[in-house]
């Protein structure tokens, strides 16, 4: 699985992370504190806002709302092509430190 190194906004340094893998996206639990990469390539926080929300139907369908900042919600979806949690632009994904 790929890693990555790449600068924290609060800690000095360069954090090893790599992409969440459907099982702990699934696994997480209201409250918890999550990490993503950022636009501009520096890792932030987020917190789920409601449970993961997973299809009968569709198992390969999971989504994880959050909340990031004051205001700002998201919804972070499990991208099967991609094989990581993405938000709509793909541009953010989940990470989890290794």
């Not at 190194?5 to 696994?27: D, F, W």
């Not at 932030?44 to 569709?58: A, E």
């Not at 919600?73 to 991609?82: K, Q, S, V």
Request: hydrophobic share 30%.
């Amino acid at each position: 699985m790929e890693t990555l190194s790449l600068p924290h906004y609060q800690e000095k340094g360069l954090i090893t992370v790599r992409p969440m893998t459907r099982e702990e996206g699934k696994a997480i639990q209201y409250g918890a504190t999550l990490e993503f990469i950022s636009k501009g390539g520096d890792i932030r926080y987020c917190r789920p806002n409601g449970k993961v929300r997973t299809w009968k139907r569709d198992p390969e369908r999971v989504q994880i709302p959050v909340k990031y900042g004051f205001r700002e919600c998201g919804t972070f979806e499990w991208n099967p092509m991609l094989q990581r949690y993405v938000t709509d632009s793909a541009a953010i994904y989940l990470v989890k430190r290794v």
